[in-house]
């Protein structure tokens, strides 16, 4: 591989880390989308889901800005941390007070052993979002779940820290 | 499987008294040489001869010969260099001359233009200390045809001297993604056992995972993520035409043909999330569930004769292979050695599985012999996957990691010969062996 090819690489490895902080990050680091602010139109899915309400929660715009947030995993495991609790019972309330939106959650593993079995790893998470979001008051028809296992890791890397970046649930608000 | 004529596996010594004096020992010697890595029998495939119009034939068929023997890992094929004469049929073959060079089996022939496009291509393989043809064949071919009638002649001759029938004229599928993030792409690939003749069968922004190939090599099955979800595609190679077979919510994965290829065996999720393995009746679209637990239960695969399925499953705590009937009932665990074995993958002889078995902290590619159900790890890297074994049962190809990258190796199913194909730019995963081609 060329130099600058593997340079290139290295940058976007770094951006890609860099945009979710590297290191687990704290679900209140969320918060610094409300810098965006709700008026923000860069266009994409998250925008069309603003229009049923008014007030937009600040609180519940992910890392890019958009309607969304990552929840992240520990090894082996699709338990839900505490710390998502709160954030992931505002989202559900939001879906539960906007019976025109949904939800897609996307589910995804590390890259560690058989392609297969990840997919079912990531679905597994996924699910355990779904079901919190149900019981907080979101309707079965507004969720919809996908796994993606190791297809498409946030970051490309193959330590721990990387790891620990692609174990996750991405919520993305669709129309 | 018929008693190979030359089934020595000797290292070329290079003296003719050594090898004359080892002659009758040869079956202690064959003993010897099983158990190391690296022995290749010495062979010269002698540039054929050419009879036709134009400076020569359209296909240097020695070539595509010598390199097929040489990436079985046992073979040695002699440079042309070395060769002093360069006979072109077997009365012109001075066997004493080649014993001296320590050559152990000789291929000459010849590629006769008989028309237009039309060509005749004629070989003989000799065995050279006991002076005698093994195999003389001679085969029509045109131009386009002819790579494939090198492969054949490879097969041939591959079979007469070790008893396994050879894979040259085999293909294989695999995935390859390129660039990162928004701009990743994927793309289903089907090239030739030597890696030539790449042919895109579909290329995609979302992923594409375990291609799979019908019996009769007509046919890929594949999951796709187009639209955001996945879905199961069967598509005719020859046309491109494709047809997709499953895309119920949920996840749909994991597709696998029967032998009889009217079956597909494939992972569903449902809504719920709980994935199973089930078969669907690729005429009639009638889908029949084989499990319930509400463990991850995925990646199934079928026996050689059609009776059951074998498959992943995490019931037991981390991920077992397990197999049921294929018309339904109880599963019954089969790997119980290690804390992670998945994948499951029969050999067509029914005798071996191929399986990802994660070995001191790696994910490496294990055979467990059916019978006497010994693990045997072939493979050595941290992050190998995708076990496929040949059509002959002999070898398997998977993928291993060079870096950052995805890259294909094949090992022989006692993991004492692995190669590595060669590298590109891409990221390379999920090779599969086609089956035998169908005349």
């Known amino acids: 591989m060329r130099n600058s090819t593997l340079a290139l690489m290295v940058l976007l490895a770094l951006a890609a880390v860099g945009c979710s902080k590297n290191t687990i990050p704290d679900p209140e680091a969320t918060t610094a989308g409300s810098e965006v602010g709700s008026d923000t139109s860069t266009g994409g899915y998250g925008d069309d889901g603003l229009s049923g309400g008014e007030f937009v929660d600040n609180d519940l715009l992910g890392p890019d800005g958009q309607m969304g947030m990552i929840i992240y995993f520990d090894f082996d495991q699709s338990e839900l941390r505490p710390e998502y609790t709160d954030l992931l019972s505002r989202h559900a309330t939001h879906l539960a007070n906007n019976p025109g939106i949904s939800a897609r959650l996307e589910g995804h593993a590390d890259e560690r052993g058989s392609r297969e079995y990840n997919i079912g790893l990531g679905e597994r998470r996924s699910q355990t979002v779904r079901r919190m979001m149900l019981i907080q008051g979101a309707s079965a028809n507004q969720i919809s779940t996908v796994s993606f296992g190791e297809e498409r890791p946030a970051s490309t890397g193959s330590d721990e820290?990387?790891?620990s970046l692609n174990r996750r649930v991405e919520i993305k608000y669709t129309q | 499987m018929r008693k190979p004529y030359m089934h020595s596996l000797q290292r070329s010594v290079g003296t003719l008294l050594m090898v004359t004096c080892c002659l009758s020992?040869?079956?202690?010697?064959?003993?010897?040489?099983t158990k190391g890595v690296g022995q290749r029998t010495p062979v010269a495939v002698v540039p054929f001869g050419w009879e036709g119009s134009g400076a020569g034939a359209p296909l240097d068929i020695a070539g595509v010969i010598a390199a097929d023997l040489e990436r079985s890992g046992r073979f040695d094929a002699v440079d042309e260099i070395s060769m002093l004469q360069k006979p072109t049929a077997g009365v012109d073959v001075d066997f004493d001359d080649w014993s001296i060079l320590g050559v152990e089996a000789i291929v000459v022939g010849k590629v006769t233009q008989t028309g237009d496009n039309a060509y005749s291509i004629q070989f003989q393989l000799f065995d050279v200390f006991g002076k005698q043809q093994l195999v003389g064949?001679?085969?029509?071919?045109?131009?386009?045809?002819?790579?494939?009638a090198a492969h054949r002649a490879a097969d041939m001759i591959y079979e007469k001297l070790t008893g396994i029938p050879g894979v040259f004229g085999t293909q294989v599928a695999y995935v390859t993604s390129q660039g990162q993030g928004a701009g990743k792409t994927y793309t289903l690939v089907v090239s030739d056992a030597d890696g030539e003749n790449?042919?895109?069968i579909m290329e995609s922004r979302d992923p594409i995972m375990s291609p799979a190939w019908s019996p009769d090599s007509r046919r890929l099955a594949y999951v796709s993520f187009e639209g955001n979800q996945s879905g199961i595609f069967v598509q005719t190679l020859r046309t491109g035409n494709r047809i997709k077979v499953s895309s119920l919510p949920g996840i749909n994965g994991s597709p696998a043909f029967s032998p009889d290829g009217r079956q597909l065996v494939l992972t569903l999720g449902g809504v719920d999330g709980n994935l199973d393995i089930h078969t669907l009746d690729l005429n009639g679209r009638e889908l029949t569930r084989l499990t319930t637990d509400r463990a991850i239960d995925t990646e199934g695969s079928w026996?050689?004769?059609?009776?059951?399925?074998?498959?992943?499953?995490?019931?037991?705590?981390?991920?077992q292979i397990y197999?049921?009937?294929?018309?339904?009932?109880t599963a019954e665990r089969v790997t119980f050695e290690g804390s992670y074995n998945a994948r499951p993958?029969?050999?067509?002889?029914?005798k071996k599985l191929a399986l990802v078995h994660l070995d001191r902290g790696n994910y490496r590619i294990a055979v467990l012999d059916v019978e006497t159900r010994q693990l045997l790890v072939v493979s050595a890297g941290s992050q190998d996957e995708s076990p496929?074994?040949?059509?002959?049962?002999?070898?398997?190809?998977?993928a291993t990691r060079q870096g950052r990258n995805g890259v294909l190796e094949t090992v022989s199913a006692d993991g004492l010969v692995r190669s590595r194909l060669a590298a590109g730019q891409s990221d390379v995963r999920e090779p599969v062996w086609s089956p035998f081609p169908l005349f």
């Open chain 2, 303 to 319: 026996s050689p004769d059609g009776r059951e399925i074998y498959f992943t499953s995490d019931r037991s705590g981390g991920p």
């Open chain 2, 323 to 329: 197999k049921v009937s294929a018309s339904g009932g």
């Open chain 2, 137 to 148: 064949y001679r085969m029509p071919a045109s131009r386009g045809t002819m790579r494939s």
């Open chain 1, 161 to 163: 820290e990387a790891y």
């Open chain 2, 25 to 33: 020992a040869r079956a202690e010697l064959v003993i010897e040489i």
């Open chain 2, 198 to 200: 790449e042919n895109t």
């Open chain 2, 388 to 398: 496929s074994f040949a059509p002959n049962s002999d070898s398997l190809i998977y």
């Open chain 2, 345 to 350: 993958r029969m050999s067509p002889d029914g």
